[in-house]
């Protein structure tokens, strides 16, 4: 070596160390384990700890980078046998009822049911009179009309009250016998009704005086009937009224002049 090579190679250029930069050597990619952070959380956290930047290369590699899930099947739980057999039993229940309604829907479309008519033919007025200027005493008498319109059907009245009233006062009231009609039959009744000491409120009592005097009696009868219907197997009850005012001339030989009936449901 030469003396030139010697002072070169001590030269304040070979003398002095030069500094390279440190890159980190990989690290590998870290495994996502079942209730541990996501890869993208566990790369954060070693750059972190590096205390170096990101880069926009490696950015974009843990965005496009997938996630890994993992999902745990649940296990089925058997049915208890008793369930299902309720189940069924509402099932057959609900059917057996939408099947009956509809049956009958039918019936009472195909029937067409109708109800009975109350109504009087004729009536007569015997006696009125006043104990006092309170208290009234009459007999009287009508023929009550029983009607079954009804072409397929049968009805029963098991239940019969009739009440005659003058000016809203009750004065009599009699109970009838239950009978049945057959279809498109028409049944006649007389009803005897008496009214012994019957009390009447001061302007009543003067109102049928003055009625008697101008021989024009007017009384109103109201009747209410349960009715019972059959359809074969079927059968249903309901109450029905009936309405009749009727006119009379004046007693001993009180007669009907006009009268109107309404019957309803």
Not at 41 to 49: G, V
């Amino acid at each position: 070596m030469t003396s030139s090579e010697s002072l070169s190679f001590f030269s304040p250029e070979y003398s002095t160390p030069k500094m390279f930069p440190l890159t980190p050597s990989p690290t590998p990619a870290p495994t996502h384990k079942r209730g541990g952070p996501s890869p993208m959380s566990q790369i954060i956290m070693a750059k972190q700890a590096l205390n170096q930047p990101l880069t926009p290369e490696m950015s974009h590699e843990i965005k496009n980078k997938p996630i890994v899930q993992y999902v745990v099947p649940r296990q089925r739980r058997r049915t208890n046998p008793a369930v299902w057999c309720a189940a069924i039993l509402c099932m057959m229940f609900c059917l057996l009822l939408i099947l009956f309604g509809i049956g009958t829907l039918v019936i009472f479309l195909s029937i067409k049911p109708r109800n009975p008519v109350f109504d009087t033919s004729n009536a007569s007025l015997s006696v009125i009179y006043l104990d006092s200027p309170k208290y009234m005493n009459g007999d009287f008498t009508f023929i009550a009309n029983f009607t079954n319109p009804n072409k397929k059907l049968d009805v029963r009245f098991e239940h019969l009250v009739i009440e005659l009233f003058f000016s809203d006062s009750l004065i009599a009231t009699q109970v009838l016998q239950p009978f049945s009609q057959r279809q498109r039959e028409t049944r006649l009744i007389q009803v005897h009704m008496i009214s012994s000491l019957v009390y009447l409120p001061p302007i009543s009592a003067f109102k049928l005086q003055k009625q008697v005097l101008s021989n024009r009696v007017v009384y109103n009868i109201r009747g209410t009937f349960k009715v019972r219907v059959n359809i074969g197997l079927i059968h249903y009850s309901y109450w029905l009224h009936g309405r009749c005012q009727l006119e009379m001339t004046s007693p001993p030989t009180g007669a009907l002049i006009t009268h109107s009936c309404r019957t309803k449901r």
